[in-house]
């Protein structure tokens, strides 16, 4: 099962933490904050996440393994304790229609131009996958180490602990947001983004847990409009805000999702307060 979750993720999870402009809050550098109040019976915990880092860079402070300790369930964007889930993640990779009946013949033509370049291999070797998965393909390609992912981590240390893994989302509605957020034609051009320079700045503003830094990175806006800032980011931060209380009334939950759903004035943090919850950094 853990296999394949990897292999899944490596799929899809990275180019959901693709988001858009906005307005941003200055809030203080952690990426660990306690949830409290509100009649709460324990304080839950929320932690950004990025979805993929090289080995070498990848940790976990103390401060969260402390955190994660004292939660009943953990909580993700996706279950990864539901089977079903797991092999609609795997089918999400695969495309119902060749790739070259989907997108334009120019940016076909761009595309395969493209992957010769950076694998290897013209857009034919890759007709029966989603521009997602070749999107996933590419980001593995410029990282160039063997990566680690956090939510795989954490997946693992919740068996380990022998305590549930539970999902904020479905896997089929973040494929519908990310249809809405990006046409065919946007995800083939943001394809020359995502190369060494991109992750090793990534990794080293992650690792300063400068959360702010982190969301004005992510929600550039070369990488979608409003409407995608919509789908992408708000509505799927509200539908969190919404399922987060009734999941954490009784029991510490520690959630773990995208760090760039964190900031802002549409992000969790700020949703979660605006519903009359306590939310703080853990600074050490």
Not at 10 to 24: D, E, F, K, P, R
Not at 58 to 79: G, H, Q, W
Not at 161 to 169: M, P, Q
Request: charged share 25%.
């Amino acid at each position: 099962m853990k296999t394949k979750i990897k292999s899944v993720l490596t799929g899809i999870a990275l180019v959901m933490g693709i988001t858009t402009n906005a307005q941003t809050t200055q809030i203080e550098n952690s990426l660990l904050w306690e949830i409290s109040g509100k009649g709460l019976a324990k304080s839950s915990y929320l932690y950004g996440t990025v979805h993929m880092m090289c080995e070498s860079d990848f940790k976990i402070t103390e401060k969260t393994k402390s955190a994660f300790e004292k939660a009943d369930k953990l909580a993700l964007e996706l279950d990864f304790d539901d089977a079903s889930e797991v092999t609609a993640m795997q089918q999400s990779g695969i495309s119902k229609e060749p790739l070259s009946k989907i997108v334009s013949t120019e940016d076909y033509q761009k595309l395969d131009a493209f992957l010769k370049q950076k694998l290897g291999q013209g857009a034919k070797n890759f007709e029966n996958y989603t521009l997602v998965s070749i999107m996933s393909m590419v980001m593995f390609k410029s990282l160039d180490c063997t990566p680690k992912l956090y939510e795989l981590e954490f997946f693992k240390m919740a068996a380990g602990r022998k305590i549930e893994t539970l999902g904020l989302e479905k896997i089929n509605d973040q494929m519908d947001f990310l249809g809405k957020s990006y046409s065919s034609h946007e995800l083939i051009n943001q394809l020359n983004y995502y190369d060494s320079d991109y992750f090793k700045r990534l990794t080293a503003i992650y690792n300063s847990e400068a959360l702010t830094e982190i969301y004005q990175m992510t929600t550039n806006p070369k990488f979608m409009d409003a409407e995608g800032k919509k789908w992408m980011l708000d509505i799927r931060n509200k539908n969190w805000a919404i399922k987060m209380p009734e999941l954490m009334k009784n029991e510490s939950v520690f959630f773990a999702v995208g760090a760039a759903h964190l900031g802002g004035e549409q992000g969790v943090i700020s949703l979660l307060r605006k519903s009359g919850y306590t939310v703080k950094p853990i600074m050490n």
